[in-house]
């Protein structure tokens, strides 16, 4: 056996249960393999890596050892179009960005998967006046039901949450428009801005956040504005241990500190943006974020 398709090879530790599935489909939907590396070359990866990625999981696969872990999915031999996102102006390699009122530091920022973290995006005061609102508010987090397109509790999420609307309060007001002055996107695009409370042992395991094609739910979901086509999470709070925001496919991970925030987009519904994301466990004390999900058009 070639050295790249065993399992210590470190190259395949960020090779994720969706890309694999990805992988496979593609092959089986007949799409030829120059195709496959081409998508995940525009998709950000290593030319070496990407060969060695491919290799691995498909050879893997023939031995029939990868057949248990595909899932079921719609088939489709392109990829989604990609849409227009949000962005920060960086091209210039700002130290700082205008949010309007304020300015934020640019801590750091990533290409593929497209990830911005920012500094000062709230004050200390701001963060706690949005904790003491959102408190008394707080429910068991839910999910959307992929069939139903409703709520559900689910066992991946076990924060606890609530949604403003858009404009509720002058602190959501302020954040609302330092974060549509930011990304250059219309504010009556975000949707209503989500507060969440992690206690310990309390996690998100690593999802997408935009809607998945052929979903029983998803036109519905879609018809409200759009697919999400970006996220912007605030810390309003500094977990004493854990609670980072994990990318997987990156091996990033951002750590929770209060006023900071991460800006991620994805420009198609699709695993290729290595946009899967999650709240790590918090180990100690609590964590507490507030999230912006953004969408192509008017969110109503
Ligand atoms: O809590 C986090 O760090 C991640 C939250 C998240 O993924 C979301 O709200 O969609
Ligand atoms: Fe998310």
């Known amino acids: 056996m070639s050295e790249i398709a065993t399992t ?6 960020a090779v994720t249960p969706e890309l694999r599935t990805w992988i496979v489909e593609q092959a089986q939907a007949g799409v030829s393999a120059p195709r496959v590396l081409q998508a995940m ?22 031995q029939g050892t990868a057949a248990a872990a595909v899932q079921p999915q719609a088939r489709s031999e392109d990829l989604p179009p990609a849409v227009p996102v949000p962005d920060l102006t960086l091209q210039q390699h700002p130290a700082f960005l205008d949010a309007g009122d304020r300015q934020v530091r640019v801590v750091m920022s990533l290409q593929q998967p497209r990830v911005v973290v920012l500094d000062g995006v709230l004050d200390a005061q701001e963060c706690q006046q949005l904790i003491e609102l959102a408190q008394p508010r707080m429910k068991r987090s839910m999910t959307v039901d992929n069939n139903s397109g409703g709520d559900e509790l689910n066992a991946d999420r076990t924060s606890e949450g609530m949604f403003f609307e858009r404009g509720e309060h002058p602190v959501v007001a302020a954040l609302e428009a ?5 990304l250059g996107w219309p504010l009556e695009n975000g949707e209503g801005l989500q507060v969440l409370r992690y206690g310990p042992g309390a ?26 086509v970006g996220t912007f999470l605030v810390y309003l709070n500094t977990p004493p241990e854990g609670g980072g925001t994990t990318f997987p496919n990156a091996g990033l991970e951002i750590t929770a500190q209060q006023g900071m925030a991460v800006f991620f987009s994805y420009d198609k519904p699709h695993p290729s943006t290595l946009s899967l994301h999650g709240g790590a466990p918090v180990i100690s004390g609590e964590k507490w974020v507030a999230t912006k999900w953004l969408r192509e058009r008017e969110f109503h």
């Open 178 to 182: 330092r974060i549509a002055r930011l």
């Open 203 to 228: 996690e998100y395991k690593p999802h997408y956040d935009y809607f998945e094609l052929g979903q029983p739910s998803t036109a519905t979901l879609l018809r409200r504005g759009g697919q999400r």
């Open 8 to 13: 210590t090879n470190p190259h395949l530790a």
């Open 41 to 62: 070359l525009d998709a950000g990866w290593c030319e070496e890596v990407a060969l060695a990625a491919m290799e691995a999981v498909l050879s893997e696969h023939l």
